[in-house]
């Protein structure tokens, strides 16, 4: 750790506008709105002093600062434009706080939202990088590339011909080589820059002349432009295994031997809807891909259970049909399962609990993973390790058996 009494100000752009996926930034990314996984990576660094969004939007600076950024100024529209630059964003930034409160850091910290995964220690490793550099202008998060531009074409629309991209001295045709002897290549993420603050208001750059490198572990790589991306990338946040920056506590995979999964009822196993005829008799509407989803469960050996705070007889019914132990009728969940699992002798971490609201939160630290439907509560989304892209009677309980199916043959 390099001790530094520097103002390092860490700036998270984030405009209204975005065509690909509408309100992109404050969408529900894993339980949170995207944003906050920047502002939690700015907030835990060891070394930033000081958070701020900068954005066009009333609605993503209330979000922000719900999560602990600052919002001192709205960015003008004219910087908030598809086509708009990192450098006049940065430019504004720097020059409002200057001129306002006559503020000026020492370095300057960029994290886009748009890079949500982040490794725990990338912020303070960048910074150190650009402290431990005395010729850095910028240090900058980079991958290596996925396709080596060496083996890429540019058309000649004239000739009608393909021509290599770039030469490489000593190789004469470096798109025939082997990978091996072609020159080591890197892509840029958004993770992260650290940039000297003189370089963006007198030099007129996002880099300077001499950018020093972060390499970052290409698997927390991921690219927001359009909806399958966003599937994509919350599934690597699910079940990617990553230790990364998140607004909550650090998500759990499935555990590799699962002994038992415990449902709730209402709102997991049914749409949380009740039908109540004229006599005053409720029913429920189920899934029937669930049901053979449970039965998969048994053939394969692995154990369920339904625990519930619903008293109705439609909860025996459906669970004595499935052929699955309940209890049901219970206000205090995290009792029960805990005095089930003592009985039945079996390891909590090798326990899964698919739960909907809040009253199901208490059992998830009780257990090795907490899983969640679609439309949960919110409080239940943001503290549960996987969220299924299903929705409570609509095949999320067939979708967790078919995970867990796979993770076990």
Known sequence: MVKTSMEILAIIPARGGSKGIPRKNIRDFAGYPLIAYSIQAALTSKYVTRTIVSTDDLEIAEVARQFGAETPFIRPTEFAQDRSLDLPVYKHALETLRDQEGYLPDLVVQLRPTSPIRPI??????????????????????????????????????????????????????????????????????????????????????????????????????????????????????????????????????????????????????????????????????????GMGISLLHKAGINAMVLSKEVNPVVQARCNKLKLPFIQGIDDKPAALNKYLSEKRINPAHVIFVGNDINDVPCFPIIGCAVVVADSHPSALRQADIILQNKGGYGAVREICDLVLQITK
């Open 121 to 290: 220690n990338l912020v303070d490793d960048a910074i150190e990088a650009f402290l431990n550099n005395p010729i850095a202008d910028s240090v900058r998060g980079v991958v290596p590339s996925g396709q080596n531009p060496h083996k890429m074409w540019k058309f000649n629309r004239e000739l009608g011909t393909l021509e290599g991209l770039i030469k490489v001295e000593g190789i004469q045709e470096p798109y025939n080589a082997p990978r091996q002897v072609l020159p080591e290549t890197f892509w840029q993420t958004g993770h992260i820059d650290v940039i000297k603050p003189s370089v963006i208001l007198e030099q007129n750059s996002m880099s300077g002349n001499n950018i020093i490198p972060i390499f970052i572990d290409p698997d927390f790589t991921v690219d927001l432009d359009k909806p399958s991306d966003w599937i994509k990338a919350e599934w690597i946040v699910w079940y990617g295994g990553l230790k990364m920056v998140t607004p909550g506590n650090q998500r759990r995979k499935l555990p590799e031997k699962v002994e038992l999964i415990v449902f709730d009822f209402d709102g997991v196993m049914t749409d949380n809807r009740v039908f109540v005829n004229q006599d005053g008799v409720e029913s429920v509407a189920a899934h029937r891909g669930d």
